[in-house]
């Protein structure tokens, strides 16, 4: 680990308080999902471990990427009358994402089934789940191509489905409790049939025009905005509001209850100019990329800060505090993220006129899409070497394994099934 710490002991005394508050607000999930997935879950063995079923899950949505991704790099297939990405792949998506959003469901439950519930498994569920919302939503760019849907307004759709899974997160920040909104059983479901339905009846579908000319990526762009706006985004609104009134939340000052959007506000301001005012247009050169770039920068929004006399005291180490480990460990949310000063750096090189004034001459294309492809790995390497990092501090903490349930918990599962019998 290069020696860093991620943690301090605030946060893994924060850890060790932490309880999981969540209330379920879909009728599909209650009422269907949950009996399904509670059933489901009784054929899993009682030694895998609820991490291996979370990252199973995860990399199915990797190998949706990478598979669209080697047949549409660019989002052109979609462009020509016949569509280049063979069927096959539109079935394999679909199933993907079924098993990830059912794997998703049953990890919980078997961590409650082998007794081995704790701040881990949320955070590790959570964490994946934010690098996988960045995932998804590009799958969908490839049924519609970038002449239906310019990669400008793939950056709007992008950003929304970011904004409604961070809002979600600032929500319990506040209120202490997680409501599990209604739209991500519609979403992932929505998703699935219509992958299955693109394979039965082809990907032309999707550029059908209807009333008034609209076409389909424009609707998908008006219920995905629409529904964050009309279904989502008043209702978080209301429960921190009700958690204040009611004095049942976590009661922060104005300015620390909206300290976790900054970091957000931040990155999309960052990625909006550099997509807009790039002299190259990146955005229309390497899409895929930067897309893939804004999303890992969004599944690790945060901030480093110096710790105070008492934290250097009990941690030599930086404290870093993003969103889901402040929530969870009831720690301070910072406001900026540490990766986000290169993004600045490039953005200034590659959007204002200082870097031609200086040099003589202007950056071209292929450099801009060097550095693009140059940051994305710094990024991903970063992001993965944060999420090893807290994990580790936390197995060593907690005295457990991630992937693995120990020997000790097995046992107490055979005493428990003797007891029974």
Known sequence: MLGIKYLSQAHLKGFERYKYNSIDTSYLSVY???????????????????????????????????????????????????????SWVWSVAALNILLYYNLDGMDGKQARRTGTSGPLGELFDHGLDSYSAGLIPIYMFSLFGSNDLPPIRMFSVLWT???????????????????????????????SITMFVTTLLGPSIWHYRIFFDL??????????????????????????????????????????????????????????????YSRNGIINLEP???????????????????????????NSSYLQSRLIVAQMS??????????????????????????????????????ERWIVQALTIFVTIAHIHYGQGVVREMCDHFNIRCFKITSIVLLEQELQQNATV
């Open 32 to 86: 269907v999902m949950h009996p399904f997935w509670n059933n489901c879950v009784k054929f899993l063995p009682m030694w895998l471990a609820p991490n291996i079923i979370t990252f199973i899950g995860f990399l199915l949505t990797v190998v949706n990427f990478l598979l669209i991704a080697y047949y549409d790099w660019d989002f052109t297939a979609a462009n020509s009358k016949e569509n280049t990405v063979p």
């Open 288 to 314: 895929r990329i930067l897309f893939l770039l804004f999303g890992t920068l969004f599944s690790n929004i945060a901030v480093r800060r110096t710790p105070n006399n008492r934290e250097h005291s009990l």
């Open 330 to 367: 009831d720690t301070r949310c910072d406001a900026f993220n540490i990766l986000m000063w290169p993004l600045v750096a490039i953005v200034a090189i590659s959007c204002f006129p200082w870097y031609k004034q200086l040099m003589g001459v202007d950056i071209a294309a292929h450099t």
């Open 161 to 191: 489905v970011f904004l409604n899974f961070y809002l979600t997160h600032v929500e319990k920040y506040n209120t202490g409790v997680m409501f599990l909104p209604w739209a991500y059983d519609v979403t992932m479901w929505g998703v």
């Open 215 to 276: 076409s389909m990526a424009n609707m998908f762009e008006f219920v995905l905005i629409g529904s964050g706006i009309i279904t989502s985004h008043p209702i978080i609104l209301k429960n921190i509001y009700m958690s204040y009134k009611n004095k049942t939340g976590k009661m922060r000052p104005i300015l620390e209850a909206v300290r976790p959007l900054f970091a957000f506000v931040w990155l999309f301001v960052i990625t909006l100019i550099w997509s807009l």
